[in-house]
Every structure is written in structure tokens, then in C-alpha cells.
């Protein structure tokens, strides 16, 4: 009997450990990979801020002297809103809840943030980048930080990802994305404020793997694009977890850093949507706009990369330049969105040129004047605006000439071609001629159309007097060799 006593006595209280132990799980916060030390919360707009916790539990949020509270939902999440601050710090940022839980985040800075995406041209490292060991040795930036989130495939939005943030320095600064490093760098020199880096890229995936699948199917012409996945997953294989399915990698990389506060976007990616390019023309604003409804900041400033010049292999050469078209059009037609042209700076033998350097300038300059208002930065090069026929002549228009036109090599014009009524282009003989261009051949009597570096190997020289370099463009409207492509 005594021993029947004791092992009940035993058996009580290792249940009442168990119970102690499991109440105490379920009271514990728990945060999302994006809120961590060094973190960087984006100034001047409210700050949400999230996280698990037993249902029902209240958790009070402090930090730069206030503090908000909000009670976990029957899913056990919890969110606040933090009222906007100014830039500084370094900040504690103490989260605790009603069972006495608290959990400390050291070293916060609140300045700007931006998100960092695309493909292998956006993930490519400081360390593989031009003069790199130079670069690392320089990068002393503590008020620079980037959040790296893990490559991740999901099939459904996940609440989480993996990754931590970082502070800039030369024992971390090899690992950084190079595109987004040198963006960031230029920006923490002018704007002299902290600057947050959140890198999610994902070498050779589509746009479309990118978008949410709600986004996707809101766009009827993409439905065979959708449809041709569906029917790869149902006959089963890796289809179902490849990084080129639609939504895979918004579910896995995008879906779980929303709603961390941002400033904006940029974006390094198209490579490998060259063979549908004309299809690129509904899915790359249709992604910028999903991720734009997602944050719920508005319209909020997205910059990205054209193209640089490179042979595709055995695709024909204008399919790149259908690429640059979409991207163009993007530009035009959607608001708050800006571009870097680097026809200057690729490299036609390798999809991965190395002067990061100067994209990050690029796409910096878009931002200081068109996000921060610096209105003595020229922040674009010549962009086609319009176009006459003058007997067997065309004179091209431009918007940002900002100072008269120019070629980077002193050079007449080069890579312009145009066409009659039987839609055969021909080499042309180009000048400047104030701040418009005007282009013929004496091939072509009765002109109808010009075309400017209308192919994926082309290098043009035309520039403003800033330096910056003309977009590739046509000014027909023939259909285009991806159409239909899906």
C-alpha cells in the first residue's frame, strides 16, 4: 500500500511539472524571424509589429518611450501598431505578456528599409562583384543592416520564414546582396539615417513564382500559364515544390516578412521570363501591385533593373528586347515605379555582370529624387516619348534629356534601324539634333518606324549629358515574337 502511495505521489507530481511545463509553452511569445537584434524599423509611418502567444494572453510592446498592447486571437497571433518615430537609435525593444513573458530585441535602429528582390542578379554577393576585395575591406557601415530570408518553397503562404539581421562590416559584408549593398550604401551616405536591407531573391525563378496565386488567377491571360502547372503537380513529381511555380516563393520568401513597415522595393530579376516576354507585360505589374495590396502602405515606391545586354543562346535576339519593352511599359503605366537602364555596364557573354557597383548608383539615384525629393538629381536617361516622319527621315523625341543628348564615346549615335510599310528594318544613320534624334537609311525611301537597340547583344552609346543611358524602344506596335507564348 505504502508503495502504491508513493508511486500515485510520483505520478502527481510529474503531471503537475507537465502541466507547469506545458503552461508555460503556451504563454510564451513567440516572434517572427524578421524581428530580431539588429533590426531596422522604417521611420516616419507606423510600425506593425507581430507575433504568437496563448490565446487570450494581452502583450504590451515598449520601446523609445511608448508603448502599445494588443490580445492574441483565437490562432494565438497578436499584432500592434507603433506610432511613427523619427530616425535613431539604438533601441530596446522589450515585448512581455500577462503571464510574465518578456522578450528583449537589442540594438534597434529606425531609419529606412527596403526591400531586396529578383533573381541570380539580385542574390549575386559583394564578394563576387567588381573590386570586391576593395569593398569588403571599406564596408565599415554599423547604421547598415540587412535581413537575409532563407530560400524557401511553400505551397501556401507560411506565417514565418528563417534568417537573421545582420550589421554591416567586412567580416559580414561578402554575403550581402551587391545590387542592394551599393543601393543601400549611397542612400546611408546621403540620407544619413540608418538603412535596413530584407534580401529575398532566389537565383533563376520567374516572376510568377513571386505573385500570389489569388493575384495570378485575377489575370484571365494567365491562365494557361497556371493551368500548364496545375497539371505538372497533379502528375506529381518535384513540380509541387519547385521554385519556378507560381506564388511558390511569395508563399515561402515574401508572404512571411508582411507587414514588417517598408519604405519600398527594388528589383533585379526578368532573366528568365526573356521567352515570354510579352506575357512579362501583365505579370511583372501584376506582381508589383499584389505585393503593394499585401503591405497595405499604398502605393508604395518600387525601383528595379532593366536588362542588361546579353546573347541568349539560340532564342532570337529581339525576344530580350520584348523583355526591355515590358519593363519600359511597366515604368510608364504604373505609378510611384522607377528604372536603371544598363545597357552600358552588362556583359553580352555573362547573364552576371559584375559592376553592381554602378546599378546600385542607379537605382539610388531613382530614389533620392523621386522617394526623397532631391530635386537636383538626374536619375534617368533618355526615354522615348514620340516620334514624326519628315519626307525619308524620323526624328525621335525624349523625355529625361535633362541637358541635351550625348554618346558615351563620342560617337554618332549607334544600334538605331528602321523600316517602310513592308516591316524589313534597316541599319540608319543617326544624329543628334538638338535634344531629338533623327535617323534614316537610304535603304528605307518612305519611313514608318524606328527601333533602338533592339536586340539582346546590343550596347548603345546614346546617353544625356549626365551620362545616364537611353532605354531600348520601338516606336511600332507589330506584333512581337513572344506573343502568344505562355
Not at 63 to 71: D, L, P, S, V
Not at 114 to 132: D, E, H, I
Not at 173 to 196: E, H, N, Q, S
Not at 379 to 386: L, N, Q
Request: glycine share 8%; proline share 6%.
Amino acid at each position: 500500500m505504502r508503495n502504491f502511495t508513493r508511486f500515485t505521489t510520483v505520478c502527481f507530481v510529474l503531471a503537475f511539472l507537465l502541466a507547469m511545463a506545458a503552461s508555460t509553452t503556451l504563454a510564451e511569445i513567440k516572434l517572427p524571424a524578421i524581428v530580431g537584434d539588429h533590426m531596422v524599423l522604417q521611420r516616419n509611418r507606423p510600425v506593425p509589429l507581430w507575433g504568437w502567444d496563448k490565446p487570450g494572453d494581452e502583450v504590451t510592446v515598449a520601446i523609445a518611450g511608448q508603448t502599445a498592447k494588443a490580445k492574441a486571437n483565437d490562432k494565438g497571433r497578436w499584432q500592434v501598431e507603433l506610432a511613427p518615430m523619427e530616425a535613431g537609435g539604438p533601441f530596446e525593444l522589450v515585448i512581455s505578456n500577462s503571464a510574465g513573458d518578456k522578450k528583449t530585441i537589442k540594438d534597434v535602429l529606425v531609419g529606412e528599409v527596403w526591400v531586396c528582390s529578383g533573381q541570380s542578379n539580385m542574390a549575386m554577393t559583394v564578394g563576387r562583384c567588381n573590386n570586391a576585395n576593395e569593398e569588403i575591406k571599406n564596408a565599415n557601415h554599423p547604421k547598415l543592416r540587412m535581413f537575409m530570408v532563407q530560400r524557401e518553397v511553400a505551397f501556401a503562404p507560411k506565417d514565418n520564414c528563417t534568417g537573421d539581421w545582420t550589421v554591416c562590416s567586412p567580416d559580414t559584408v561578402g554575403g550581402y546582396t551587391a545590387a542592394g549593398y551599393f543601393f543601400g550604401r549611397d542612400l546611408l551616405k546621403d540620407l544619413k539615417v540608418p538603412i535596413g536591407l530584407i534580401n529575398t531573391s532566389w537565383g533563376g525563378t520567374p516572376s510568377e513564382a513571386w505573385t500570389s496565386r489569388k493575384a495570378l488567377e485575377s489575370k484571365p491571360s494567365l491562365k494557361p500559364l497556371l493551368d500548364r502547372w496545375d497539371k505538372m503537380a497533379k502528375a506529381g513529381g518535384k513540380a509541387k515544390n519547385n521554385p519556378h511555380r507560381p506564388a511558390n516563393l511569395f508563399n515561402g520568401m515574401i508572404a512571411p516578412i508582411v507587414p514588417y513597415g517598408i519604405q519600398g522595393a527594388i528589383w533585379y530579376q526578368g532573366e528568365s521570363n526573356v521567352s515570354r516576354a510579352y506575357q512579362y507585360r501583365t505579370i511583372f505589374p501584376t506582381m508589383i501591385e499584389n505585393w503593394r495590396q499585401i503591405w497595405g502602405q499604398g502605393e508604395f515606391p518600387f525601383g528595379f533593373v532593366q536588362l542588361a545586354p546579353f546573347r541568349y543562346g539560340k532564342a532570337d535576339p529581339a525576344c530580350c528586347a520584348e523583355l526591355w519593352e515590358a519593363q519600359l511599359l511597366t515604368l510608364k503605366n504604373y505609378p510611384n515605379i522607377g528604372m536603371a537602364v544598363i545597357t552600358d555596364i552588362g556583359n553580352i557573354k555573362d547573364i552576371h555582370p559584375k559592376n553592381k557597383q554602378d546599378v546600385g548608383a542607379r537605382l539610388a539615384l531613382w530614389a533620392k529624387a523621386k522617394v526623397y525629393g532631391k530635386r537636383d538629381v538626374v536619375y534617368s536617361g533618355p526615354i522615348y516619348e514620340s516620334m514624326t516622319i519628315e519626307g525619308n527621315k524620323i526624328r525621335l523625341r525624349f523625355d529625361h534629356v535633362d541637358g541635351g543628348l550625348s554618346t558615351r564615346d563620342g560617337k554618332a549615335p549607334s544600334h538605331f534601324t528602321i523600316a517602310g510599310d513592308d516591316k524589313k528594318f534597316h541599319p540608319a544613320e543617326a544624329k543628334i539634333d538638338g535634344d531629338t534624334i533623327v535617323v534614316q537609311s537610304p535603304a528605307v525611301a518612305k519611313p514608318v518606324a524606328a527601333r533602338f537597340a533592339w536586340r539582346d547583344d546590343a550596347e548603345p552609346n546614346l546617353t544625356n549629358k549626365s551620362g545616364l543611358p537611353a532605354s531600348p524602344f520601338r516606336t511600332d506596335k507589330w506584333k512581337g515574337l513572344t506573343v502568344g507564348m505562355d
